[in-house]
């Protein structure tokens, strides 16, 4: 059974980047979509990006984020990765990783984690 | 990328049926046979519950189907229970390199 756990600091000053850790338990990263998605306190989901861990790594990333994600991925580690850049208030949210087919379903979803950005 | 439109609440008493509305336009949901259905329990992470508009994932009940007429979508639950009172999700593929796109979310209550 695939297993998603997302990892990384709770707190992030305003201006600085956001920066967490997805680890896959139960079968290999490779050959798969991998996303992340947020969701404010409160508010709807928004699909931030994912990456093809396929032999050219390709990304895809929301327009409206794209200027400040980068989103990688460690085979050897069987992890993923999300940096957001330039984070302000308006990034505080709950942050998850998932596995998706493309951009028509998300499969399988990690519990989330919650990133405030605060001073 | 606009969100698509669902209701914010709907409600219906146990046993009965009730269904969530998906809005789009023709580039994404009416565009194409690629809607999914999440259901998302209060404090944890959504789950998918329909794909392909009408696929159902194994595992999840046959109380729910979905289905598409132009550019919406729906999603009913038949034999309302109350562990179904959750917040549901749809999301439409776009086209092309865009990404999905998620609807604003509908809170179902069980009366």
């Known amino acids: 059974q695939v297993q998603l756990q997302e990892s990384g600091p709770g707190l992030v000053k305003p201006s600085e980047t956001l920066s967490l850790t997805c680890t896959v338990s139960?079968?290999?990263?490779?050959?798969?979509?991998w996303s992340w998605i947020r969701q404010p306190p409160g508010k709807g989901l928004e699909w931030i990006g994912y990456?093809?861990?396929?032999?050219?790594?390709?990304?895809n990333y929301n327009p409206s984020l794209k200027s400040r994600v980068t989103i990688s991925v460690d085979t050897s580690k069987n992890q993923f990765f999300l940096k957001l850049s330039s984070v302000t208030a308006a990034d505080t949210a709950v942050y998850y990783c998932?596995?998706?087919?493309?951009?028509?379903?998300?499969?399988?979803w990690g519990q989330g984690t919650l990133v405030t950005v605060s001073s | 990328q606009s969100a698509l439109t669902q209701p914010a609440s709907v409600s219906g008493s146990p046993g009965q049926s009730i269904t969530i509305s998906c809005a789009g336009t023709?580039?994404?949901?009416?565009?194409?046979?690629?809607v999914s259905w999440y259901q998302q329990d209060p404090g944890k992470a959504p789950k998918v519950v329909i794909y392909?508009?009408?696929k159902r994932p194994s595992g999840v009940s046959n109380r729910f189907s979905g289905s598409k007429s132009g550019n919406t979508a729906s999603l009913t639950i038949s034999g309302l229970q109350a562990d179904d009172e959750a917040d549901y999700y749809c999301?439409?593929?776009?086209?092309?390199?865009?990404?999905?796109?998620f609807g604003t979310g509908t809170k179902v209550t069980v009366l």
């Open positions: 998932a596995r998706n087919r493309g951009d028509t379903m998300i499969q399988i």
């Open positions: 139960g079968d290999s990263i490779s050959g798969y979509y």
């Open positions: 990456i093809y861990n396929s032999g050219s790594g390709s990304t």
């Open positions: 023709s580039s994404d949901v009416g565009g194409y046979d690629y």
């Open positions: 392909d508009v009408s």
């Open positions: 999301c439409s593929y776009a086209g092309g390199k865009t990404l999905g796109v």
